[in-house]
Structures are given as structure tokens and as C-alpha cells.
């Protein structure tokens, strides 16, 4: 069984998707720790309730280097396969991604490379786009520019509003994170220097695409 530890800093409905579809056993991995970087962070509340170790690592008013050596011996005490960011609002120095190079994953609410960085919907909706989505990617040092795993994408209707874009992109979102693992999971996928190996052999991407254009919610 992979061993998961996620990385948060709000809401966290990425990850109670991944909880669920781990309780529904429709993903076969096992998160063993979440670790938020705000003490505050919602999502916290739904690894305690589950009585899965919930980790703070505070990041704020102190140096990057303090906070990601801290983050870093974090997540090392746990040994996990894979660290999954979903939510997680911090950029992480080159020392922590080489440290964990190819098993940091990141969900990224844009069709990558397209719209790296934030304010994703705010930014379709005004560059008139009528397609958008999400993206699963591995962690590098360059924002939101590592190998994308997996990608979703969602129609964009005259009439939405940041609101329904965001909405839209969030349901799939959930969708694309457990569908993504679980294929990392099944594939045996492993990831080095850019490159995707299923069972050693190298792998072009995305490995996974979702076409939910259709779909109107
Ligand atoms: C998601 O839109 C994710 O793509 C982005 O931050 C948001 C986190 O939402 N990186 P949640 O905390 O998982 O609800």
C-alpha cells in the first residue's frame, strides 16, 4: 500500500476526496499524516476526526529555510511513497523538491502550462477562454511547471461567473486527484529528472485525460 502524506494550508476539499474515495476503496493508498502550514486550515478537521497524525508547521513569521527544514523532518517521519499537495498555498524551495524529487504531487486549477500561478478563473473568464480545468502535476522547481500526470477539462459558458467556474473545476478536481493516484497507484508509476516510468519503461504524458466539456454543473 502507498503511503500518502498531504499537504494543506485551507479548506482541504482535496483531500477529504481522497479520504473518501480511500474509505470507498476506490484508491488503494493510505494517507498516514496531513501537515498544514496554518493552524487554522479547516481541513485539519477531517484527518482528526479520522485520527490520522494532523501535523502544523508554521510558516509564518519565520525564514523559508526554518519553515522547510521543519517541513521536510515532518514529512520524513512518516516514510512516505508519495507527498500530495492539494491546497497547499506555500512555494517550496529547490532543497525541499530535490529532496523529494518525483513524489510531490500538486493539483493546479488550470489547464497547465497554460495559467500557472493564481487567480486561474479570474484569468480564463477574461481572456474570453471557453475551455478550462485542472491539472496534476509533479513538483519542481518551477511553479506549477513540473510533468502534468493528469489533466481535466470543463467547458466555460457565457454566463459564468468566478463563482460557477470555480465550482465546476473544483468538482472535477476531486474527480481527476483520485483518478490520477489511483493510476499512479495501479501503473507502478515513478517519476525521475522530467521523465514518467511505468515499471521502469518511460511513459509519454499526460497519462490520464478527462473530457467533461459536456458536462453543464
Ligand atoms: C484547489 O483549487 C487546488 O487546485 C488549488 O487550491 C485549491 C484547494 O482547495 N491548488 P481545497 O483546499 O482542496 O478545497
Keep these: 500500500m502507498k503511503k500518502l502524506v498531504v499537504l494543506i494550508s485551507g479548506r482541504g476539499s482535496n483531500l477529504l476526496a481522497?479520504?473518501?474515495?480511500?474509505?470507498?476503496?476506490?484508491?488503494?493508498?493510505?494517507?498516514?499524516?496531513?501537515?498544514?502550514?496554518?493552524?487554522?486550515?479547516?481541513?485539519?478537521?477531517?484527518?482528526?476526526?479520522?485520527?490520522?497524525?494532523?501535523?502544523?508547521?508554521p510558516s509564518k513569521n519565520r525564514s523559508r529555510a526554518d519553515f522547510e527544514a521543519e517541513l521536510s523532518a515532518a514529512i520524513e517521519q512518516y516514510s512516505p511513497d508519495w507527498i500530495i499537495l492539494a491546497g497547499f498555498m506555500r512555494i517550496l524551495g529547490s532543497d525541499t523538491v530535490d529532496r523529494f524529487e518525483g513524489r510531490m504531487f500538486n493539483i493546479h486549477p488550470s489547464l497547465l502550462p497554460k495559467y500557472t500561478g493564481l487567480n486561474t478563473h479570474e484569468r480564463?473568464?477574461?481572456?474570453?477562454?471557453?475551455?478550462?480545468?485542472?491539472?496534476?502535476?509533479?513538483?519542481?522547481?518551477?511553479?506549477d511547471g513540473g510533468p502534468v500526470i493528469g489533466q481535466v477539462k470543463v467547458s466555460v459558458f457565457p454566463d459564468d461567473t468566478v463563482e460557477t467556474l470555480s465550482q465546476r473545476v473544483l468538482a472535477q478536481e476531486h474527480t481527476l486527484y483520485v483518478q490520477t493516484m489511483e493510476m499512479c497507484v495501479q501503473e507502478n508509476i515513478s517519476m525521475k529528472q522530467n521523465c514518467c516510468y511505468v515499471d521502469g519503461k518511460a511513459v509519454s504524458l499526460p497519462l490520464l485525460t478527462l473530457d467533461n466539456r459536456a458536462i453543464e454543473t
Design 124 to 143: 480564463v473568464l477574461a481572456a474570453g477562454d471557453q475551455e478550462h480545468g485542472a491539472s496534476v502535476h509533479i513538483v519542481t522547481a518551477e511553479l
Design 18 to 57: 481522497l479520504l473518501n474515495a480511500i474509505e470507498a476503496g476506490s484508491l488503494h493508498a493510505e494517507i498516514v499524516a496531513v501537515i498544514s502550514n496554518r493552524s487554522e486550515a479547516p481541513g485539519l478537521e477531517f484527518a482528526r476526526s479520522r485520527h490520522i497524525p494532523s501535523i502544523v508547521v
